[in-house]
């Protein structure tokens, strides 16, 4: 472990399980962390506000603002933001994007059934075994 010595270096604390500061706590997916690192993240998203806490993953991080105001106007400023080739999906934590519904997420078989099947001509099935 080593120390930064950035000023901006925060907690890899977020809060997850304070219920009171998720509305403050920021997602951002779609990031490619080989390439972004937390004070790359602390520095996109320190202009609006105070970072409390930041913590990368594989493929997405969380940034932990002192409050809500702060975190609401990162999403609107950074949602959407491209960073090294990447598109970020950026929310609060705590409040999902509507367009994550099952509509985009649906099964193979839900595809295909929507496809009307319209054959003129007779179908021959023969098992190779």
């Known amino acids: 472990w080593s120390s930064s ?11 997850k399980t ?10 951002i997916g779609n990031l490619n962390t080989l390439l972004v690192t937390k004070a790359d993240v602390e520095a996109i998203f320190s202009k609006y506000g105070k970072i409390v806490g930041c913590s990368i993953h594989k493929g997405y991080a969380f940034v932990q603002f002192s409050n809500e105001r702060n975190a609401r106007a ?3 400023g950074e949602d959407g933001r491209m960073i090294v080739g990447q ?3 950026i929310n609060l934590a705590g409040e999902p994007k509507p367009r994550r519904s ?9 595809m295909y059934r929507s496809v009307p099947l ?7 099935i023969e098992l190779l075994c």
């Open 5 to 15: 010595s950035s000023s901006m270096a925060s907690s890899n604390v977020t809060n």
């Open 18 to 27: 304070d219920p009171h500061s998720l509305n403050s706590r920021v997602f």
């Open 74 to 76: 990162a999403v609107a």
């Open 87 to 89: 598109v970020l999906d």
């Open 102 to 110: 099952k509509t985009l997420k649906r099964s193979a078989a839900d």
């Open 118 to 124: 319209l054959l003129n001509f007779p179908v021959t």
